[in-house]
């Protein structure tokens, strides 16, 4: 019998995070509780979030194909948008993933509770299901999986179906004329994407100087050159004063030095400022768990909480808020509970924005390089220098690599361009191999392919591209 076959646990949150702990726990023989708001496993991620946006990027990115094959000599007849039909499409694909978490649960012996959970004390949860039945669990060790939810702007809010989270922007329930997107984030440009590819006239406002806070200005220009095509307009250095709510929609009022018409009105407006970990959760203060000033729950390398008998996993324990970040968490905080020998410290941990064009990254950026006066290495190889990317039209993207300069191993890794998101993973895996710039350079990358764009800008680091001409040595800045 496995040593930890004794063992009960339970899981709070049947997201990425937490269906991974939960089905990690049982493979290890324990004994297993996941609890979740919804009827299968799933959370945000496959119900609200990651999934049916993906969906509806990639009608998005049909109908932009269409649009540019004009331009290639192939034409076709206006597309015809049935959203009703979209809309089913979309909830399928989310049924389907769901609906199959549903079922590695029984096979996997997981007892799934279709309710809420809160605290009676460190080892002790109160049930309440959906069903309206209640009942007291004791466990040996509990894991917060519990999420986060869209944040709101106070002085920004309305009881009304024109204002919208990105929870209601998913659920598409029309398309408006018109729709302000408030926040320049990767969500409200991937749903700003959507709706300005469904025939919807999409501005943005960003209070900042520029799209996607954080991210390396390089990275994001392509994508800005384009958001400035398909959206109405977008403000930066600018705020949301106000807004009021009237027959023909949702008048706003606009502040800062670049606004230009100071008030306008909007069929809908979707606020999209980011997200708040969901920790206030009931009965918490009957246990140790400390909760920090920003609401994510205090946690160690093995994602133990300050109370030893409950661990806690993804957004409620701070950022980056990401599914992927989630899963490796609960699988570390389970084989902890297992007695292993782990800690959660990855080098690198990937950001993906699914706009058109993609960007994505890992590992040190430039501008937090910048920040923290860390001396690098950057090797640019552009895409219009890439075979593949001329076939497929799509020349506006570029390959980063970040480098230590005595060393010359990879610190991180950006890339702008279409499938971004699928590339970026071998820049995660040559970090966490700690590979040189030399190993990539070496590692053969079949042609024609987006992928060597990760070699070439290897081999602009030496100056030895076969496609670009960069004399000397070091890399580009």
Not at 7 to 29: E, K, Q, S
Not at 321 to 341: D, N
Not at 397 to 425: C, H, N, Y
Not at 461 to 474: L, Q, V, W
């Amino acid at each position: 019998m496995s040593e930890t076959s004794n063992l009960r646990i339970a899981v709070v949150g049947g997201g990425p995070g937490g269906y991974a702990a939960a089905f990690l726990a049982a493979d290890l023989g324990m004994k297993v509780t996941l609890i979740d708001p919804e009827p299968n496993p799933g959370g945000v991620c496959l119900y609200r979030g990651c999934i049916p946006s993906k969906a509806l990027l990639h009608a998005a990115s049909l109908l932009s194909e269409f649009r540019r094959a004009k331009e290639w000599g192939i034409e076709f007849g206006e597309p015809k948008i049935e959203l009703g039909r979209l809309r089913a499409w979309k909830e399928n694909v989310v049924k389907k993933l769901t609906g199959g978490l549903g079922q590695l649960s029984k096979q996997r012996k997981v007892e799934y509770i279709h309710g809420r959970a809160s605290f009676e004390n460190s080892n002790t949860l109160r049930m309440t299901k959906s069903n309206g039945a209640e009942e007291s669990l004791s466990f040996d060790r509990i894991i917060v999986a519990t999420g986060s939810r869209p944040a709101i702007i106070p002085s920004l809010q309305l009881d009304s179906p024109r204002l919208m989270d990105s929870t209601a922007a998913l659920e598409l329930a029309e398309i408006p004329k018109s729709l302000l997107v408030i926040g320049g984030g990767y969500i409200g440009l991937e749903l700003g994407t959507v709706y300005a590819a469904l025939g919807c006239r999409v501005s943005v406002v960003e209070m900042l100087s520029g799209l996607l806070p954080g991210a390396d200005r390089d990275l994001v220009l392509p994508l800005q050159k384009r958001m400035e095509k398909i959206f109405d307009s977008i403000l930066l250095n600018s705020t949301v004063a106000a807004i009021k709510e009237e027959s023909g929609g949702i008048r706003v009022t606009f502040e800062g030095a670049e606004v230009q018409e100071r008030e306008k009105v909007f069929d809908k407006v979707l606020v999209s400022v980011g997200r708040k970990p969901n920790s206030e959760i009931s009965g918490l203060e009957n246990t140790r768990v400390r909760v920090g000033a920003k609401g994510f729950i205090q946690v160690n390398k093995q994602l133990q909480t300050d109370d030893p008998a409950i661990y806690a996993i993804g957004d409620v324990v701070g950022e980056p808020m990401l599914a992927h970040k989630a899963s490796h968490e609960g699988r570390t905080a389970v084989e902890a509970i297992a007695g292993h020998k782990v800690a959660f410290e990855p080098n690198a941990i990937p950001a993906v924005v699914f706009t058109d064009p993609e960007i994505a990254w890992c590992g040190l950026t430039e501008t937090q390089a910048q920040k923290e006066n860390r001396e690098i290495k950057i090797a640019k190889f552009p895409w219009a220098a890439s075979g593949r990317a001329m076939t497929l039209d799509r020349t506006e993207g570029m390959t980063k690599l970040i480098f230590d300069p005595q060393t010359e191993r990879v610190l991180g890794v950006g890339i702008v361009g279409a499938g971004a998101g699928e590339l970026i993973a071998e820049g995660v895996l040559a970090m966490e191999m700690g590979a040189l710039a030399k190993d990539i350079a070496l590692s053969i990358h079949p042609h024609p392919t987006l992928s060597e764009t990760i070699m070439e800008a290897a081999e602009v680091f030496f100056g030895t591209s076969t496609d670009i001409y960069r004399p000397r040595k070091g890399g580009a800045g």
